[in-house]
Each structure stands twice: as structure tokens, then as C-alpha cells.
């Protein structure tokens, strides 16, 4: 599972989802801490209670059948069990005989008089009396917790002590028991909050992605196929936003072809008539400088308005194979290189390496592959050297590259050549839209194009890298 970057849904929702149930572990923990210490501090206490009513009795007639013994008497181990050994068929001794056993290894008790002196202790108990007060209850002595209780005719005290030492183990136990499942659930949580998570928001990035592959060549409406409310709304909005960007690129589009088509005819009428002029006016005559000027005019106004009719459209959607599957692309190259020749573009200065020529096809449209080489090779010609021809070579089946030399381009004038209507410096006789058109195309077929300047492996010069999209 991977988390994403820190700005991401599912980074914050992942961080906050942990932090809050860590921290609702703890508390929880904490709690259950606090309880378990005070009921194990009342179950302690009711220990020692229990221990003195019960063996309190006992104790008593011990003595009164060792009198003459002198001194402290000091009860063998193990414990209560040699306190009255008849005592053992007693169906209530027999069932806490094993708690006496327990008790055995840390419960001590001493019999004591009014004076305060020691008349019997337990072999664990110390010699000297409990730093207790005489006084029924319990009281906190030095290291022990003691229970006293009034006994015999009222002038005998029973004090039943436990180690604070082991009833602190025994609370720190319990605390390590609560706590430490916490170092295996908190990252067991962290790893379910994160899939939880990715999962939940798999519909949001699928939304993601579909609106990334929009674009102004892609403004289909994203599939409906979650029934989210959130998602679905944000998805209908997107749609009807898309369905109005598609609404104006379409009329600009509309717009933009018709006028070029509408400006062809008037256009190649106004060159006819121009042309006709030309013709009539006799060498030398002084309108005729201003005619020639008015025919280069009207050619440029014509490559204008193909090129707006090409960019309209390279900026449609589509462009690719209409089988959606590859198609032989030689043929198509081939008869642009010769149409561009016989055009007499410079057609002499073109080097075409057609040795990889029938290895040529991916999943474009013939015409829109056309398009592209036409105006590749057309800017080589504009903007590249005189002394060099243009090279036109075929790579690995899919790469066409298109070089020519001349002084390089800049690397910030390089980043800007496929933007409307951006001329290189070189030269200025070209529409600025050759390589705008290129790039269109590409992106609506998946196609990449990278251009170099200075040419790879030299010095100077520009190259076209057309990376044609294979299915």
C-alpha cells in the first residue's frame, strides 16, 4: 500500500484516522488502567480482611494450646495449614487451600497484645512489630499495607500485612498486559486506516484520472459508473462543464474552418486576377513592382488560411486509425516527400533514408500523419541552412526525425516554437503555425513531439522528433 504525497486525501485522512484512534487507544488504555489499579488495590484489601476473619480464631486457640511455650511463636510453613491440621476435612477450608498456599508467599501476620508485643507471627513476618498503630483498619506501615482487627476478648489485635512491593508488581503487570498489545495494534491500525482508506477512495481517484485524460482534444463526459453521492455530483459537474468548453471550442473551431474555407475562393480569385495583371503589364512599368508584391501577398494569405484549416483540425478530437489498430504509414511519407518535390519546395535539398520506410506504421489517421510530415518538412525547408539538405530518417518503425541545418535555436525560443503563430528568429516568412499543428495532432493521438536544437551530434542545425503512438 502506498502513501501518497502529504497535500493528498488519502495522506491527510490517513494521518488524522490514526492520530485519532491512537489516541483513543491510550485514553481507553489509560482508563482501563485506572480501573483495574483500584479494583486490584479493593481485591487486595478484601484479602487481607478475609485472611484475618478467617484465621483470626484459629490463631487464638493455636495459642491457648502452646502456652507454655514462651516467647514469640513463630508458625511453621506452610502457613495455615499447621494452625489445625482436623481443620482440613472442613469442606471451606478445603476449598481455599491453595489461596492459603498463595498466601504463603507474601501475606505475613503477627498476633499482638494491648501492650503491643509480639505474641505470634507468621515465619515470614518480622521479629519486630508492624510500624502499624493498634487501631482496627487498615493503615500503611513501612514497605507493607496491614489490616487490623480486634480479637479474643478484645484485648488481643490481629494485623495481616502484604508487601506494597508485590502489590505494585502485580499493578504493574496488569499495566504491561494493558499497554502492550498497543505496540502491535496501533501499526495493525495504521495498515488498516491506509486500506481502508485506499480503497475508499479508489472511486475519487478513477475520477482523477478520467478528468487528467481531458482535454481540449478529449471532452468526453466521464462514465457515471459510481453511485456515490459526493462523487456522482462532482462527475455531473465536470460533465456539464466539459459539455460547455466542448460547446465553444467547437464554434471557435467552426468558425476558424469556415472562415478559411470561405477566404480560399476570393483568395485564389484575387491571386488568378493578380497573376493575370502580371502577365499584361510590360517589363518595366511602374505598377508592376506593386503587383508582384501583391501576388507574394495573396500566396502568403492562402498558405494562411490551409494552415487555419489544418490547425482546426489537428485541434478536433481524434485522429487516430480508424481501425484503432496500426497502419502502414510508408506509402503515406513517400507521397509527400514527392508531392513537396514536385511543388518545387527546394525538393533537391531533401535526403530521404527510406531504408526503414516499410517498418513505418502506428495507430494514426493517414491524413492526420500526413499533415504532420508536410509540415515538418515544409518548416526544415523555410528555416534550414541552404548549403544542407534536409534529412528525413525512420527509427525503430514509429520515430520519424526530421533535421536540417542552420544557426540553432535558443533554448527559451525552442520551448515556445509550437505555439500559435511563434516564428523562429531565423527567419520570418513562415505562418508560425506549422509546428502548432504538429503538436496538436500528436496530442490527440498520444504521440510525442521533441525538437532539438542544435541537431544531436552537431554543432548547429534543428531536428523534429515525431514519436508516433503504436497500439
Known amino acids: 500500500m502506498k502513501i501518497r504525497a502529504q497535500n493528498s486525501l488519502q495522506f491527510i485522512l490517513t494521518k488524522r484516522l490514526t492520530l485519532i484512534v491512537a489516541v483513543f487507544w491510550v485514553i481507553g488504555a489509560l482508563f482501563a488502567a485506572y480501573t483495574a489499579r483500584h479494583e486490584m488495590e479493593e481485591g487486595a484489601d478484601t484479602a487481607l480482611v478475609e485472611t484475618s476473619r478467617r484465621t483470626s480464631t484459629l490463631i487464638i486457640d493455636y ?65 519486630t512489630p508492624f510500624d502499624t498503630p493498634l487501631e482496627p483498619g487498615f ?27 508485590h502489590r505494585n508488581e502485580a499493578i504493574i503487570e496488569t499495566m504491561v498486559s494493558q499497554f502492550t498489545p498497543l505496540i502491535f495494534l496501533i501499526p495493525v491500525t495504521i495498515l488498516a486506516v491506509v486500506y481502508s482508506v485506499t480503497h475508499a477512495l479508489a472511486p475519487v481517484r478513477h475520477v482523477r484520472n478520467e478528468i487528467e485524460t481531458r482535454g481540449e482534444g478529449n471532452l468526453t463526459p466521464i462514465a457515471q459508473d459510481d453511485p456515490i453521492e ?12 466539459m459539455a460547455k468548453l466542448e460547446a465553444a471550442l467547437s464554434v471557435e473551431r467552426s468558425f476558424t474552418a469556415n472562415s478559411a474555407h470561405e477566404l480560399r475562393t476570393p483568395i485564389a480569385v484575387a491571386l488568378a486576377q493578380t497573376q493575370r495583371l502580371l502577365a499584361e503589364l510590360p517589363e518595366g512599368h511602374a505598377a508592376r513592382k506593386r503587383a508582384v508584391q501583391t501576388e507574394e501577398a495573396l500566396k502568403r494569405l492562402s498558405r494562411l488560411s490551409e494552415k487555419l484549416l489544418q490547425l482546426a483540425r489537428a485541434e478536433s478530437s481524434g485522429g487516430f486509425s480508424p481501425t484503432g489498430h496500426n497502419q502502414d504509414l510508408g506509402p503515406t511519407l513517400n ?19 527510406a531504408e526503414n520506410l516499410a517498418s513505418l506504421s502506428a495507430n494514426i489517421d493517414l491524413d492526420a500523419f500526413a499533415i504532420c510530415m508536410r509540415n515538418l518538412i515544409e518548416n ?92
Open 230 to 241: 459526493e462523487i456522482s455530483t462532482i462527475v455531473t459537474a465536470v460533465n456539464r462543464l
Open 139 to 165: 493503615s500503611d506501615g513501612d514497605e507493607v499495607r496491614v489490616y487490623t482487627s480486634v480479637t479474643g476478648n478484645g484485648d488481643l489485635f490481629m494485623q495481616v500485612a502484604e508487601p506494597t512491593e
Open 63 to 127: 495459642l491457648e494450646n502452646h502456652q507454655g511455650a514462651g516467647g514469640i511463636v513463630v508458625l511453621p510453613e506452610p502457613g495455615f495449614d499447621a494452625v489445625h491440621d482436623d481443620d482440613r476435612n472442613d469442606s471451606d477450608h478445603d476449598d481455599h487451600d491453595g489461596d492459603f498456599d498463595d498466601f504463603d508467599d507474601f501475606m505475613q501476620y503477627q498476633l499482638r497484645d494491648a501492650k503491643g508485643d509480639v505474641l505470634l507471627r507468621s515465619q515470614n513476618a518480622p521479629e
Open 380 to 471: 526544415a525547408l523555410k528555416y534550414g541552412g541552404d548549403e544542407e539538405p534536409v534529412d528525413i530518417r525512420v527509427i525503430d518503425g514509429h520515430i520519424v526525425q526530421v533535421a536540417n541545418g542552420g544557426a540553432p535555436v535558443s533554448p527559451d525560443e525552442l520551448d515556445q516554437l509550437t505555439t500559435r503563430f511563434k516564428r523562429s528568429s531565423n527567419k520570418a516568412d513562415g505562418s508560425g503555425l506549422g509546428l502548432a499543428i504538429v503538436e496538436a495532432i500528436a496530442r490527440n493521438t498520444k504521440s510525442e513531439l521533441k525538437l532539438h536544437s542544435p541537431r544531436p551530434d552537431h554543432a548547429d542545425g534543428f531536428m523534429a522528433e515525431l514519436r508516433l503512438h503504436q497500439s
Open 335 to 353: 507521397l509527400v516527400i514527392e508531392d513537396i518535390r514536385r511543388a518545387g519546395m527546394e525538393g533537391a535539398h531533401i535526403r530521404f533514408d
